[in-house]
């Protein structure tokens, strides 16, 4: 009984190698991609196409919510800014399109996910910088 055992869990982690949608992240976990993204986000981290990084980050946070919608922290003037938006996976739920809109202005992108767990979220945008935020 224990070999069986041993060998049905071996047959499951050969067969589960590769199963990651993103580049980065982790191998297994049994929380969905909806429950791991759904969270407050502060950027942390910008790494350039060229290869450069910089950890002085001057954006705000991103919170998205289970219902699907969004919220983008703004700073201006020295005044944070809440700016209201959706959310929704995109290309098979390896990518995710934001779009806020605040005073008949709306805008939307969408970026590659690169890493996704609990704590950590990394994308790529439309100009191939990759940016990390952390959960808060």
């Known amino acids: 009984m224990k070999?069986?055992?041993?060998?049905?869990?071996?047959?499951f982690l050969l067969t589960s190698v590769?199963?990651?949608?993103?580049?980065?992240?982790?191998?297994f976990t049994i929380r969905t991609k909806k429950r791991r993204i759904t969270n407050t986000?502060?950027?942390?981290?910008?790494?350039?196409?060229?290869?450069?990084?910089?950890?002085?980050?001057?954006?705000g946070e991103i919170k998205l919510e289970k219902d699907m919608s969004a919220s983008l922290?703004?700073?201006?003037?020295g005044v944070m800014f809440a700016v209201p938006g959706k959310w929704k996976f995109i290309d098979s739920k390896e990518?995710?399109?934001l779009t806020v809109s605040a005073f008949?202005?709306?805008?939307?992108?969408?970026?590659?996910?690169?890493?996704?767990?609990?704590?950590?979220?990394?994308v790529r945008d439309s100009l191939k910088t990759i940016t990390h935020f952390k959960a808060k």
Do not use: M
Request: hydrophobic share 30%; charged share 25%.
């Open 41 to 59: 986000w502060v950027p942390v981290k910008y790494v350039y196409s060229d290869g450069s990084s910089t950890t002085e980050v001057t954006e």
């Open 95 to 97: 990518g995710i399109n």
């Open 18 to 27: 590769g199963c990651s949608k993103y580049d980065e992240g982790s191998f």
């Open 73 to 77: 922290g703004i700073e201006f003037n």
């Open 104 to 122: 008949n202005y709306s805008e939307s992108r969408d970026y590659e996910i690169i890493k996704l767990t609990s704590k950590e979220l990394w």
């Open 3 to 11: 070999i069986t055992a041993q060998l049905l869990l071996l047959l």
